[in-house]
């Protein structure tokens, strides 16, 4: 049983569409988050939801929507997209102090 | 300047080597220190933690956190192709939750058998 699982694990789209990419955890951690994780490895926290409140929201532009309808879920919206955000994006969950990664979804946007 | 700096290698050893991987980092506050490991294509999951300043031992892996110089370090010893990965130094000022925590940008380690 995957512990935090997202989907898709890839998308490739054209500039100025919209994407989504859905995440669930099934270890019952109170708090999940999203990552972006350039092309040089350097990962960054962009949200953080506890218990489905936002508790982090790091300077991403507004084109980046996160929703969480329950504890387990977090969903990431993105519109109109752009080149630079050509990333991989993880989402992740933890109880305390340990992370807890999905695989990541490679978008790349043309 | 980023608060935790890695050299990104690409680092290539022989099997049986001596790996050292070596991370800085400018946050005073910073208490907890992590390291994660990243294989191809999928998400980093936890490799070690340590507290303050100091040593901890865990098989082949040994991380060192000096905090008068702002120094962590992951040495890992009889190093396997299967160690083959990319490590991501983290730091915290805080142990109770991961919201705080600060990443390097990694160093892709290969270990050639």
């Known amino acids: 049983d995957t512990a935090v699982s997202q989907t898709p694990k890839y998308l490739v789209t054209q500039m100025g569409n919209d994407k989504s990419i859905k995440c669930e955890q099934n270890l019952g951690h109170d708090t999940m988050y999203w990552y972006k994780q350039d092309s040089k490895k350097f990962l960054k926290i962009m949200f953080s939801y506890n218990n489905k409140e936002l508790i982090i929201n790091e300077t991403v532009p507004n084109r980046f929507s996160p929703k969480s309808p329950d504890k387990a879920h977090l969903n990431l919206h993105i519109n109109s997209l752009e080149l630079g955000d050509s990333a991989v994006y993880f989402c992740?969950?933890?109880?305390?102090?340990?992370?807890?990664f999905g695989e990541g979804s490679r978008l790349t946007v043309l | 300047q980023k608060e935790v700096e890695q050299d990104p290698g690409p680092l290539s050893v022989p099997e049986g080597a001596i790996v050292s991987l070596n991370c800085t980092y400018s946050?005073?506050?910073?208490?907890?220190f992590m390291w994660y490991r990243q294989y191809s294509r999928k998400g980093p999951e936890l490799l070690m933690y340590t507290y303050s300043s100091g040593n901890k031992e865990d098989g082949r892996f040994t991380a060192q956190v000096d905090k008068s110089s702002k120094y962590i370090s992951l040495f890992i010893r009889d190093s396997q192709p299967s160690d083959s990965a990319t490590y991501l130094c983290?730091?915290?000022?805080?142990?109770?939750?991961?919201?705080?925590?600060?990443f390097g940008s990694g160093t892709q380690l290969t270990v050639l058998p």
């Open positions: 992740a969950s933890s109880q305390r102090w340990e992370l807890f």
């Open positions: 946050n005073s506050a910073f208490q907890y």
């Open positions: 983290a730091g915290s000022i805080s142990s109770g939750s991961a919201r705080q925590l600060t």
